[in-house]
């Protein structure tokens, strides 16, 4: 009889190409993702070294992290354009496929592979972006790496690694109304903490994960790595397979369902076991805001801003005063009386589709509070056009948003979409850490219908009151 | 990529948890194309003020760590964005050594990619040499071969490290050239699949 194992160890042991004493597996990778930002001296290493890009037909690149949003073409940074030119001359010189700025597949990384089916339940998938966990929502193995990695998976198709410790995350029972899956991930880190993930591949199991659609899943397990996990994933079920049907890069027809059959094997077996099982109440979780400068510094919106003489840890106490002070809020303030000047709708956690029509409902007929900026950035080119069919580029631009280009924009302002310093942003986005969206900048990671609900107020509110209002009339 | 055998240099304490790779280097340095040049731009906005001015109450800037190549930091060094530009950068500023209890991931790859030791200790441990460095000029002694740390006080740490990065790092292997080598499995694996 076979060991029972779980999803995890079952895609790992897929891929092992060669095993020996003392070292690492050497894992086969499936799909490679690319971007401008981690492979301009990757490239450079193999041409120094005249490699080949091993397998160019796995091999897929985008522009995102400097694309501008406002008039994508125009790119003032001289540097930027630099290294948008070097993916393209890269691309070309080495025979991989780019979906360059004019390109209709453009968008950001995360957003485009399951877009295009590229992404697919038991592959393995790398890409220089600690974000690729995002692909996980399909349940592909799927982790960010460096550089130099980026130049050893183009040059052999594969990478050293040690088989992960296996972590389980289960959550029970239903989210409440009012609650998406920003704020559960939100509420899953600020309970168990910025780094109880390292070191182990994330499954997310559980009642409240089986009802999530694709792009929750894909909000869920893109912030894997905020936990400190290089990797979270869900099992595939019906939910993946018609997300995936017809999609560009998936197989057509009969070849699908037989697909399907294979990826359904991939389900963690009856018995199998986790070195570690962490669980959490869906029922107990509420709309989550961040105070701090790391994603686990979040409470609920009912709750106030942590005080640093009531912890216990002296090193914990450092550290919430040093971010208070960053962020320049009062200890023991309500979270709700916090007032921003910004609002980002948009990155790879929080900018598809059903992330903006959300966002839509919550500001539809309302209008922005005349002291707040707030810009919606589509994750594609693809979600951009979907969006303006049905007339959400409207709803936004009529309540006072600016509708913007696709693009990884003001989620780490490498474009021009900057938050000034000391100015206070509610973004959908991952990071709230020191400077992230602009140097001082404050970012609060919240929902796409908190930070809706927040630019209309001016301040955070709970948009669980929002909504109940709207029913009423 | 040098070989790391034994390492001697100044101690640099940072007493900060969860020091994320945006504070490292921050995205605007992450536009060049090249892998050199990034020490100037670490801990940025930690080290300069919106002038481009130093800022004197920023430890690093204090001129007792001049030259210190061994960096010690708290838990979960290197959290955040996967930016190897962050290994790059405090390479290029001079360490050759990270100490820290626990540490990102990815970052911690990335430091082994490029010859740099990420040495894990105990918390105390870690504090018992941030005090140190912070009251006067400490120097430390890495000896990677038999996994120690030490002072010339009797202070003696060992540290764990598998096997695979101690090798590269001993030898200072350019991995991918290792990985070629493996050329006929990989071809065997993509036939089977």
Sequence with gaps: ?473 | MEPLKTHQGLVYPLNRSNIDTDQIIPKQFLKRIERSGFGQFLFYHWRFDDEGNLRPDFSLNNPKYQGASILVAGENFGCGSSREHAPWAVQDFGFKIVIAPSYADIFKNNCVKNGILPIQVSDEQVQYIIRKAESEEYQLTVDLENQVVYDNEGFKVSFDIVPYPKVMLLNGWDEIGVTLTYEDKIAEYELSK
């Excluded at chain 1, 160890?9 to 020996?20: A, G, P, S, Y």
């Excluded at chain 1, 086969?28 to 080949?52: C, W």
């Design chain 1, 1 to 473: 009889m076979h060991t029972p194992k779980n999803i995890i160890q079952k895609i790992w042991e897929k891929h092992v190409v060669h095993q020996e004493e003392g070292k690492p597996d050497l894992l086969y990778i499936d799909l490679h993702l690319v971007h401008e930002v981690t492979s301009p001296q990757a490239f450079e290493g193999l041409r120094m070294n005249g490699r080949k890009v091993r397998r160019p037909d796995l091999t897929y690149a985008t522009m995102d992290h400097n694309v501008p949003t406002r008039q994508r073409l125009v790119i003032n940074d001289p540097i930027s354009k630099k290294q948008i030119d070097t993916l393209q001359e890269n691309c070309q010189e080495f025979g991989v496929t780019l979906a360059d700025i004019h390109h209709p597949d453009n968008g950001i990384v995360h957003v485009i592979g399951p877009e295009l089916g590229l992404t697919q339940p038991g592959k393995t998938i790398v890409c220089g972006d600690s974000h690729t966990s995002t692909h996980g929502a399909f349940g592909s193995l799927a982790f960010g790496i460096g550089t130099s990695e980026v130049e050893h998976v183009l040059a052999t198709q594969t990478l050293w690694q040690a088989p992960p410790k296996t972590l389980n995350v289960k959550v029970n029972g239903k989210l409440g109304t009012g609650v998406t899956a920003k704020d559960l991930i939100l509420a899953i880190i600020g309970k168990f903490g910025v780094q109880f993930g390292t070191g182990y591949v994330m499954e997310y199991t559980g009642e409240a994960i089986r009802s999530l659609s694709m792009e929750e899943r894909m909000t869920v397990c893109n912030m894997s790595i905020e936990a400190g996990a290089r990797a979270g994933l869900i099992t595939p079920d019906e939910t993946t397979f018609e997300y995936l049907r017809g999609r560009r890069h998936v197989p057509q027809g009969e070849a699908f369902e037989e697909a399907v059959a294979e990826w359904k094997a991939l389900a963690t077996d009856e018995g199998a076991s986790y070195d570690r099982v962490v669980e959490i109440e869906a029922a107990e979780v509420e709309p989550q805001v961040t105070w701090g400068t790391n994603p686990g510094m979040c409470i609920p919106i009912t709750a106030n801003v942590p005080n640093p003489d009531e912890t216990e840890k002296p090193s914990e106490k450092d550290e919430i005063k040093r971010a208070l002070e960053y962020m320049g809020l009062e200890a023991g303030q309500p979270i709700s009386s916090v007032k921003i000047d910004h609002v980002f709708i948009g990155s790879c956690t929080n900018s598809r589709l059903s992330d903006l029509r959300s966002a839509a409902e919550v500001v539809r007929g309302k209008k922005v509070s005349p002291t707040v900026t707030a810009i919606v950035v589509p994750g594609s080119f693809s979600v951009k056009l979907a969006a303006e069919k049905e007339g959400l580029d409207k709803v936004f631009t009529d309540a006072g948003f600016e509708w913007r280009e696709a693009g990884c924009s003001m989620c780490l302002a490498m474009n021009d979409d900057i938050v000034p310093p000391g100015e206070r942003c509610a973004s959908t986005s991952n990071r709230n850490f020191e400077g992230r969206q602009g140097n001082g900048a404050r970012t609060h990671l919240v929902s796409p219908e908190m930070a809706a609900a927040a630019a209309v107020a001016g301040h955070f509110v709970d948009v669980r009151q929002v909504s109940a209002a709207q029913e009423v009339r």
